[in-house]
């Protein structure tokens, strides 16, 4: 299972990108994909998830309506749209991957800091989003 994360950028305030994350090694059908963001010194942040089956999908509070995930399973990859760019959305861009959790919808839980240490399995190596005039 490998993962590769791509799209990142210097953006200015308002703007957006759309991150890739390319899938090898396994399906997006048999897995959930989520998107994750850190800064340094801060813990990873869960910003959005996706089911590879049927397309479900969950956000985190502090993004919900800026940011949009889909996948296109024909190309084993999954995007992160992300709109109104601030600031404060700088960070390393990660995606991963976990076969266990796809086997309900994606939830809001799932982002969180105790699925983020115990449950998403595969990582990809991030890329850099800063958001600066």
């Known amino acids: 299972v490998q993962l590769q994360a791509s799209g990142g950028g210097l953006v200015q305030p308002g703007g957006s990108l759309r991150l890739s994350c390319a899938a090898s090694?396994?399906?997006?059908?048999?897995?959930?994909i989520g998107w994750f963001r850190q800064v340094p010194g801060r813990e990873r942040e869960g910003v959005s998830c996706?089911?590879?089956?049927?397309?479900?999908?969950a956000y985190a509070d502090s993004v919900n309506g800026r940011f949009t995930i889909s996948r296109d399973n024909a190309k084993n990859t999954v995007y992160l749209r992300i709109d109104s760019l601030k600031p404060e959305d700088t960070a390393v861009y990660y995606c991963?991957?976990?076969?266990?959790?796809?086997?309900?919808?994606?939830?809001?839980?799932?982002?969180?800091?105790?699925?983020?240490?115990?449950?998403?399995?595969?990582w990809g190596q991030g890329t850099q989003v800063t958001v600066s005039s």
């Open positions: 991963a991957a976990e076969y266990r959790l796809q086997k309900v919808v994606c939830r809001s839980t799932y982002l969180s800091s105790t699925y983020i240490r115990r449950h998403w399995t595969y």
């Open positions: 090694g396994f399906t997006l059908d048999d897995y959930a």
């Open positions: 996706i089911r590879g089956i049927d397309g479900s999908t």
